[in-house]
């Protein structure tokens, strides 16, 4: 099977990825899944961070589960972006590639603000109506009235990888002149021995964690999709997880080494996580927006963060490196599970906001109902449309594929 284009950066279609590469497809699409937990469990936290409705159903399992993901979920998504864009745009050419991507990303990115903002809109105006709370945060709380007041909402990750896909066109000739000049091999000589090294996510963050220090909280680079325009240390940040995963492809004999120092990564991931949550909860109860406490909760998110993508990332290429047809078919509709799911939480969440039943019963059950809602309206009214073959490419029914 050739190197072709791959869902794994929402790319194409499931069957367009070679074979040894699926379980970082399968990777991606967790990502994408993960995002749809989140933001239905966020609703249920102990603390209240910006959200439409804070249910009085609460548990602290929330706060946990939420923090974790939400330190990693993104960045694991833009490193796997990055390794299929490599390998994509190696195989078709620079301008090829960057006109394919206005397509795949470009058009579900202004469809989505059209189509799907709006209702996001209506449903956090009634979700704050019902739980009866002020609106605490600006994105979907009002209707933009400026250019830059116009949100991305949850999209805002489309955007990011339509500047970086121009980035990479941009840079194609000057790279290709480096690579002329051996600056690329002594780079990739350079990668490789960090790659090799048990100390590797200590290296990474420390090119990475400095960001987090202008973000409006612990471990935030910025306050992504509340505007169109996105600041440099948001894009500098989420760049450098897309470009490690394109030096990745570069030597993808190393991604081997994402398999090793298993017993030191969870050793150090531990260590992020209690760093970084001891700090989020002293940020929550001062609101302190710099020193000591800032630091520390910004260095043990990117230790968390570096240690997380190279835990999970070794475990799905141990253990999913086999495509199924459930798997390939999950690969295919997260993309639009993503796109579409957020609307129908925060109503869900609306709905059962005065069912008087714990946290765990109403979070299963919105994730439950919105996993349905969703897999019907992809399987009926998306995958063979023209919706779908522009997310995914073009598919054919299962009689028509028999024949």
Known sequence: MSESESAASVESTVADVPERYHSLDHLRAVAMFLGIYLHTAIAYMSSEVPWAIHDPARSEFFDVTVGAIHLFRMQLFFFIAGFFACMVQRRMGAWPYLKRRLSRIGIPLLGGMIVVLPPVFVAWEWGEEVAGQESVIGEFSKWPESFDEIPTGHLWFLEYLLIYYLAVYLFSRPAEK??????????????????????????????????????????????AGVTIIPTWNGLLYF???????????????????????????????????????????????????????WWIGSLGAELFCWTAIFLFTGMFL????????????????????????LPLVIALQAVFFPWNANAFVKCGTVVLISTLVLLASYDWLVRYSIVGTVMNGKRLRARKEAT
Request: proline residues 4%; aromatic residues 18%.
């Open 318 to 341: 141990r253990r999913f490196d086999k495509p199924t047809r459930w798997s390939r078919y999950a690969a295919e509709s997260s993309y639009w599970f993503y796109i579409a799911h």
């Open 178 to 223: 480096l690579e002329r000049n051996g600056f690329n091999a002594r780079a990739d000589r350079t990668f490789a021995r960090l790659m090799r090294s048990w100390w590797k996510p200590l290296a990474l963050m420390s090119g990475t964690f400095w960001l987090l220090l202008a973000g409006p909280q612990v471990g935030e680079p910025e306050s």
């Open 239 to 293: 760049g450098i997880y897309f470009l490690f995963g394109w030096f990745l492809f570069r030597q993808r004999g190393l991604l081997s080494e994402l398999l090793r120092f298993r017993s030191v990564n969870i050793v150090l991931l531990i260590v992020g996580f209690l760093a970084y949550g001891a700090s989020m909860e002293e940020w929550l109860r001062t609101e302190v927006t710099s020193g000591p406490v």
